[in-house]
């Protein structure tokens, strides 16, 4: 992996940290589903604090065809918080291994919900690639916190 893919994981690292939120970075696991077959993910995932209800992430994943991650950069403005979920919608780049990390743009809504183990959630992520004939994915997955920093 090249040095602009790895600038743009630590991109929301860079963000000032303010009182309100936190930079965090979490694992997690669980199943892609698109049009292909449905396959095992597993993906690190790391997002810079909140401002103006907006988030900025890179999310690495990995699934069975190779040992190459798949990346996402996004950002998403939050449309649901509090209670017992949040969620959120937004826009990115998808960089794809098997095309040489050349990007597309996708749509990406994110659905977050704690459970009652401390630090761990249920996460739905959707998305959408508009240029690519509407090709869409489907994660649903369980991530645990594995670093906050406010």
């Not at 798949?70 to 449309?79: G, V």
């Not at 994110?110 to 009652?116: D, F, N, Q, R």
Request: proline fraction near 8%.
């Amino acid at each position: 992996m090249n040095a602009r893919f790895l600038l743009l994981a630590l991109i929301p690292l860079a963000y000032p940290v303010r009182e309100a939120s936190a930079q965090l970075a979490t694992v997690g696991v669980g199943a892609l589903f698109s049009g292909r077959p449905t396959e095992p993910v597993f993906e690190l995932h790391v997002a810079s604090p909140t401002m103006y209800r907006a988030r900025a992430y890179t999310t690495f994943s990995w699934t069975d065809d190779g040992g190459k991650p798949t990346l996402i950069t996004a950002a998403e403005r939050t449309i649901l918080a509090g209670g017992p979920a949040s969620a959120g919608v937004g826009a990115g780049l998808l960089w794809l291994e098997a095309n040489d990390y050349r990007p597309y743009p996708i749509i990406v809504s994110s659905t977050v919900i704690p459970l009652a183990i401390p630090r761990t959630s249920f996460v739905i992520i959707a998305s959408t690639q508009p240029f690519q004939d509407w090709e869409w994915s489907l994660v649903l997955k369980v991530g645990v916190l594995a670093w906050f920093r406010k």
